[in-house]
């Protein structure tokens, strides 16, 4: 009777300097933008906003909250809109921006 064993060898393959480098040189830092959206004349804040940066969009909570990260460096445009009021386009810095306070004005 002949028994025959297979042998299994893990096989290490390197990357070459080439490939390695060029996966170093991608690097996104991504920019943390939140506030909230509220009625311009009430204050009172709104939930189910649609807010837009960059083709990104969320939606603000039951608070009016809204929070999205952006790989944007510098000045990026957000846009706002709810129903029944007007759309807001509002242009900021990612490097300085904090706690925004979106203000959105009914439309009559």
């Known amino acids: ?3 025959a064993f297979a042998i299994s060898i893990p096989v290490l ?3 070459t300097p080439a490939e390695t480098d060029a996966k ?3 690097v996104t830092t991504s920019k943390l933008l939140k ?3 509220c009625d311009k004349l009430t204050q009172e ?9 960059n083709g990104q969009k ?7 909250n809204f929070a999205l990260s ?6 990026c445009k957000i846009e706002v809109s709810f129903i029944s009021y007007k759309t807001q386009s509002v242009e900021v810095d990612t490097n300085t921006a904090s706690n925004l306070q ?7």
Do not use: R
Request: hydrophobic residues 50%.
């Open 45 to 53: 804040t709104l939930a189910g906003a649609i807010i837009t940066v």
């Open 102 to 108: 979106i203000n959105l004005q009914q439309q009559y």
């Open 58 to 64: 969320v939606y603000s909570d039951l608070d009016g």
């Open 24 to 26: 170093a040189d991608v």
């Open 70 to 75: 952006t790989d944007a460096d510098g000045k």
């Open 35 to 37: 506030g909230f959206v």
């Open 13 to 15: 393959v390197a990357a």
């Open 1 to 3: 009777m002949l028994l």
